[in-house]
């Protein structure tokens, strides 16, 4: 499952980092610092640095989850790593589950599920958005993740696995509360992330008339720490709100 498909180049510039996530070709690889020649890694993949024809030299790296996020090609907003790490802190999805998820959107948490759990499913509306969410994926390495295209809501009466845990992401995911409490495997997690609190109350609604053992709803605050020569502080530039996370425990 391991990306060898795929290698994170990083150097440093100006102080700065400077990250690139290359495919692995025999075709040259073309950076701001020059170009690099990726087939060396092709016949030693032990390799820790490549140079460029100018001579600026990259250290190699395996990619993990957090690179695809950076790097991974968006179409639409994205679950940020500090819910995704609620999501798996508050579930425990761990490497023997199966999760089923929508809407997939451009895969970044899919990737990170796909790193941990055992098979992941992934339901995408758009068809357009299911081709970069697949690309994604593929360049990830993950064979465990299957998307498939659909309206979660009309497709779930239709699919015949049970599941670990179920993560909902979409407009409308009140809709689809019923259905997937009917694909939960006993003490399963059902997840659902809504921007705003109305949706939230109405999930919660549909949670209530069902018989979920236990139900919490969270917001999950991160506050990155700057330092500079004038002194340590929050960074003045928080992330502000994204999402409201509902944990309902069949
Ligand atoms: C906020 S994005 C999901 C982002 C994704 N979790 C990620 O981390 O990249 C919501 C997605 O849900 C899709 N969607 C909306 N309704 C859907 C439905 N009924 N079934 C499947 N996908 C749906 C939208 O097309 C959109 O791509």
Do not use: W
């Not at 994926?137 to 497709?155: F, Q, Y």
């Not at 179920?166 to 997937?180: N, P, R, T, W």
């Not at 809504?194 to 008339?209: D, N, V």
Request: charged share 25%; with cysteine; aromatic share 8%.
């Amino acid at each position: 499952m391991s990306p060898k498909n795929v290698v994170l180049l990083r150097t440093h510039h100006k102080g700065k980092v400077k990250e690139y996530l290359a495919t692995l070709s025999e075709a040259p690889f073309h950076t701001e610092f020059g170009v690099i020649d990726l087939s060396v890694l092709l016949e030693n993949e032990n390799l820790e640095t490549v140079t460029s024809h100018m001579g600026q030299k990259f250290s190699v790296v395996t990619p993990r989850s957090p690179d695809f996020f950076r790097h991974s090609k968006r179409t639409g907003t994205p679950m940020i790593p500090k819910d995704i790490g609620l999501i798996m802190a508050h579930t425990g999805i761990c490497s023997s589950d199966t999760v089923l998820e929508a809407g997939t959107g451009s895969g970044s948490l899919t990737i990170y599920l796909g790193f941990v759990a055992k098979r992941v499913l992934s339901y995408e509306i758009r068809e357009e958005f299911v081709r970069v969410a697949q690309n994604n994926v593929a360049k990830a390495g993950l064979s465990n993740v299957e998307i498939r295209c659909g309206d979660l809501v009309e497709t779930l009466p239709l699919i015949s696995e049970e599941f670990d845990v179920i993560i909902l992401d979409m407009g409308g995911s009140e809709k689809a509360v019923c259905g997937c409490f009917e694909k939960l495997k006993n003490g399963g997690f059902l997840v659902t992330y809504s921007p705003f609190l109305e949706q939230a109350t109405k999930i919660r609604e549909e949670i209530e008339k069902l018989d979920f053992f236990d139900c919490r709803t969270f917001e999950c605050f991160e506050r990155e720490i700057s330092f500079s020569s004038r002194g340590t502080r929050p960074s003045t530039i928080p992330v502000g709100h994204t999402g409201y996370l509902t944990f309902a425990r069949k």
